[in-house]
């Protein structure tokens, strides 16, 4: 089986400079954290693949958006034909809820219907530091979307569980759907929050927090 004959599920990574989504895929691809990581210019793209028991072969495509404002205008047209969008901030920034709102409203533009808008908080580690998790839990809940705690530094909801379950549960849960575009498959929906409920991780009603 060629390049060309596999199936590529794409995860389309957005947010500000420095929140850690380099950090995060760092951790998911290479398991390891780096105190000093450069920041993308432009975009940054990663694969790994999978092969179903079937012997279809699933490309896990990752674009790493840049979060500097100069090259904010490169990510539109990688956002618009994404299965999936993770979108990351900082727990402990002083503009966390401007950052929330103003990417859900970036995304919400760009996205084909039915791409699925999973939410990162990251640095969930820095206890001290971070914003009352009741605030984004309320947050979270307005969106009604899928969103999860992570720590880049320690790995929490990033190795073994969490990102990496469920960038892999991805890769085996998409396949069908996405030799169609998005917009136009009825099956994604239903594919994604079946998936979601399964590993009963990423989900409306239970999100997993730093203890």
């Not at 929906?189 to 409920?197: C, G, N, P, S, V």
């Amino acid at each position: 089986m060629t390049a060309s004959d596999a199936i590529d599920v794409k995860v389309v990574v957005v947010g500000d400079s420095s929140v850690g989504k380099s950090a995060i895929l760092k951790r998911f691809f290479d398991k390891k954290f780096e105190e000093s990581t450069a920041f993308t210019i432009g975009i940054d793209f990663r694969h790994i693949s999978y092969y179903l028991d079937d012997g279809t072969k699933v490309r896990l495509c990752v674009w790493d958006t840049a979060g500097q404002e100069r090259f904010r205008q490169l990510a539109p047209s990688y956002v618009r034909d994404a299965h999936v969008i993770l979108v990351v901030f900082d727990l402990t920034a002083p503009n966390i809820l401007e950052q929330i709102a103003r990417w859900t409203l970036f995304v919400d533009g760009e996205r084909e219907e039915g791409a699925l808008i999973v939410y990162v908080g990251n640095k969930c580690d820095l206890k001290q530091r971070r914003h009352d998790p009741s605030i984004i839990t309320r947050m979270m809940a307005e969106y009604e979307a899928p969103y999860v705690e992570t720590s880049a530094k320690t790995g929490f909801n990033v190795d073994e569980n969490g990102i990496s379950a469920f960038l892999n549960g991805c890769a085996h849960a998409f396949p069908q759907s996405s030799k169609m575009p998005i917009g136009t498959n009825p099956t994604l929906i239903d594919i994604k929050w079946q998936y979601l409920a399964t590993i009963g991780l990423l989900s409306v009603n239970r999100r997993r927090r730093c203890r």
